[in-house]
């Protein structure tokens, strides 16, 4: 017995049967190159539901439905979530909704996924990579799995997380910065921390002056010399210890100010001390002791454009 095969009949033009069909697939319609007329509607679309963006390809792929899978999650974020319903069909005789999300999600999860957000938030408030993004999330799934931190504000844990993966990544970012983009104290976020380091037996490296150098004299418009002054400056401190205890932020603040007031780009102590989240008193304090030591720190190659010896005494 012979097998029959059914033969998909072809689209064609009735006027120009050898014409090239043009798909519009925002209209669904397949129209003739030649007269324009429309053959075929309904047509469907078989290729991405979203159009691509260079700059999205690493994040994400648009080609596809639904969020990407978050292997931090237990379920793998592979969950189904219910519109509200809007017809007849979709309650009860008591008018209670039929099909509920409650237990789609685990009670972790939940708690997880919104601590992830705020992460994403607080990042994207100062500009942080996706790198840092990855490792906060991850310091936040190892502290909440341990239970370590009952007690305290998965807001505070996330903002304290978020601190340390800036240390550990080598862009470090100050307290008042990170307290600054969140809804938690100064004060509560640097207990959580303390406890997180403890937690976890991690550590994170010592911050410099170097470290926060190049970001305030960036946002305080400063030239390059400028800020290869300031940072000569601030090691130099360091090595013959003229600042013992103060912190690198308060000694990274007096050195732009010296650097600053020695060449025709002159920035008042408000002006650094709102860039770099310290007080005018702070600066003069470190500023006061390098002060004695001025002609030793400048570089060699410096060009003054006012001298050593007519520099604020403060």
Same mark, same amino acid.
């Given at each position: 017995m012979a097998s029959t095969s059914r033969v998909e009949p072809k689209v064609t033009c009735p006027n120009h049967p050898d014409a090239v069909l043009v798909e519009d697939y925002r209209a669904g319609d397949m129209i003739c190159s030649e007269c324009g007329l429309v053959v075929g509607d309904r047509v469907i679309d078989v290729g991405s539901e979203w159009r691509t963006?260079?700059?999205?390809?690493?994040?994400? /792929?648009?080609?596809?439905? &639904? !969020?990407a899978q978050n292997p931090l999650l237990s379920g793998g974020d592979l969950t189904t979530m219910i519109g509200k319903g809007t017809g007849a069909a979709s309650f009860d005789e008591f008018g209670n909704n039929k099909y509920q999300n409650r237990r789609t999600m685990s009670s972790s999860d939940r708690a997880m996924m919104n601590a992830f957000k705020e992460i994403s938030t607080m990042a994207d408030r100062i500009n942080l990579p996706r790198n840092i993004v990855d490792r906060t999330n991850n310091l936040f799934k190892q502290v909440y799995e341990q239970k370590s931190l009952k007690g305290r504000s998965n807001d505070a844990i996330a903002s304290a997380c978020l601190y340390i993966a800036c240390r550990q990544e080598g862009v470090p970012r100050t307290f008042k910065e990170i307290c600054a983009v969140s809804r938690i104290s100064k004060k509560e976020i640097g207990r959580c921390f303390k406890l997180i380091l403890k937690a976890l037996e991690t550590n994170? /490296?010592?911050?410099?002056? &170097? !470290?926060?150098?190049?970001?305030?004299?960036?946002?305080?418009?400063?030239?390059?010399?400028?800020?290869?002054?300031?940072?000569?400056?601030?090691?130099?401190?360091?090595?013959?210890?003229?600042?013992?205890?103060?912190?690198?932020?308060?000694?990274?603040?007096a050195a732009i100010y010296m650097a600053s007031?020695?060449?025709?780009?002159?920035?008042?102590?408000?002006?650094?001390?709102?860039i770099a989240g310290v007080a005018d008193v702070t600066i003069r304090q470190s500023y006061r002791l390098i002060y004695p030591r001025a002609p030793d720190l400048f570089p060699a190659d410096f060009k003054f454009d006012t001298p050593v010896d007519k520099l604020p005494q403060l």
């Open positions: 963006f260079s700059n999205d390809k690493a994040a994400k /792929d648009p080609s596809r439905v &639904g !969020d994170v /490296d010592l911050i410099t002056t &170097g !470290d926060f150098m190049s970001r305030f004299c960036s946002n305080l418009g400063l030239t390059k010399q400028v800020q290869m002054a300031a940072t000569y400056i601030a090691r130099k401190a360091v090595e013959l210890d003229l600042v013992p205890g103060r912190s690198p932020i308060s000694v990274a603040a007031q020695a060449s025709a780009e002159k920035r008042t102590q408000k002006e650094i001390g709102d």
